[in-house]
């Protein structure tokens, strides 16, 4: 079975650059989320999506980061304008449903300089 | 709010020791326990889940841990550890009070002596 693909792996951006990521999920997965791991710290999560309906963003910083997922199955998460506090590596993960186990990418580790 | 709590950031043991690492939450309802690991540069794994019935859970790689409701714990164990243990190693929690969000712990780094 694939697993979740993230792109791409690493960058590297200025502070005020714009960057985004992309996430392909298990095929048949509804749910998928993508977290914000700063080092030291468990996930965080930023966005839950259900197909391509938001579930919860409610600790998105919404000035500057967006996210979507137009047709329930890839998703993009964008930041714009990047701050230094923003490196981090961005996990995307998918479940089945919202109450089962969630499967993670490999991750996209940003460094804001 | 939710919250859940491991208590050792950094753990180092010797090859053949016996690990247990401590997990404990806070959360009203009804839980859906995970343990999650990170191998170095690899993405993150579930290594073992409860949901209901028996709360000693058995995972992969010779993991298990055990639910105790009455101490809001689910502390993850494993008689004889391998040098291959090493990896960071995640609790987290969700429930239908939480919408079934992931409360995660901020993990621990545990390093293995050959």
């Known amino acids: 079975e694939a697993g979740v693909a993230q792109s791409p792996r690493y960058k590297i951006i200025e502070k005020r650059q714009s960057v985004a990521f992309w996430c392909n999920p298990i095929s048949g997965h509804a749910t998928l989320y993508w977290y914000q791991q700063i080092l030291g710290q468990g996930p965080k999560l930023l966005i839950q999506f259900q197909n391509n309906g938001v579930v919860d963003d409610s600790q998105l910083p919404k000035d500057r980061f967006s996210a979507e997922r137009l047709k329930g199955v890839d998703s993009t998460l964008k930041i714009q304008p990047a701050k230094l506090e923003d490196s981090a590596v961005y996990l995307c993960a998918s479940s089945f449903g919202v109450n089962t186990e969630a499967f993670f990418g490999q991750g996209t580790r940003l460094t804001v300089v | ?114």
């Open chain 2, 1 to 114: 709010a939710q919250s859940v709590s491991q208590h050792n950031h950094h753990v180092i043991l010797s090859e053949a020791a016996s690990l247990e690492l401590g997990c404990n939450y806070s959360y009203g309802g009804t839980v859906n326990l995970f343990w999650y690991v990170q191998y170095p540069g690899q993405h993150l794994q579930l290594l073992l889940k409860y949901f209901s019935g028996d709360p000693l859970v058995k995972g992969i790689k010779g993991f298990e841990a055990e639910f105790i409701k009455s101490k809001f714990s689910f502390n993850l164990r494993k008689p004889s550890v391998q040098w291959s243990d090493t990896a960071e190693y995640f609790c987290a929690v969700n429930g239908l009070d939480s919408n079934y969000q992931l409360i995660w712990g901020a993990g621990t780094k545990l390093i293995i002596k050959p």
